[in-house]
């Protein structure tokens, strides 16, 4: 599966972004996906994650402020992010698990996109 982010840019804070992430290669509706961020100095966290049957997961910074979604028609993922605040700085990558699990976990994250950098000036 090949993955590829876009969308990220220069916001300033309270505005909104929207992350797409373009998949090919494989069954996209098969795969639960997640994005990731990475922030200078910090590890890779899971922002949201979405299963096969829209089941979501939300990282406790983001809830509330932020939506995942998917359309297994187009082979694309979604995160709408609003209320975007500087702490929220970071390259956005997505990324598919492998099929059975629940996509909330870091290892079980097989394929990944480039990245795309998201910056929130204050």
């Known amino acids: 599966v090949q993955l590829q982010a876009s969308g990220g840019g220069l916001v300033q804070a309270g505005g909104s972004l929207r992350l797409s992430c373009a998949a090919s290669?494989?069954?996209?509706?098969?795969?639960?996906m997640g994005w990731f961020r990475q922030a200078p100095g910090k590890e890779r966290e899971l922002v949201a994650a979405?299963?096969?049957?829209?089941?979501?997961y939300y990282a406790d910074s983001v809830k509330g402020r932020s939506t995942i979604s998917r359309d297994n028609g187009k082979n694309t993922l979604y995160l709408q992010m609003n209320s975007l605040k500087p702490e929220d700085t970071a390259v956005y990558y997505c990324?598919?698990?492998?099929?059975?699990?629940?996509?909330?976990?870091?290892?079980?994250?097989?394929?990944w996109g480039q990245g795309t950098l998201v910056t929130v000036s204050s």
């Open positions: 290669g494989g069954t996209f509706s098969w795969y639960p």
């Open positions: 990324a598919a698990a492998r099929t059975g699990t629940t996509g909330r976990l870091l290892h079980e994250y097989t394929y």
């Open positions: 979405i299963t096969w049957s829209l089941s979501t």
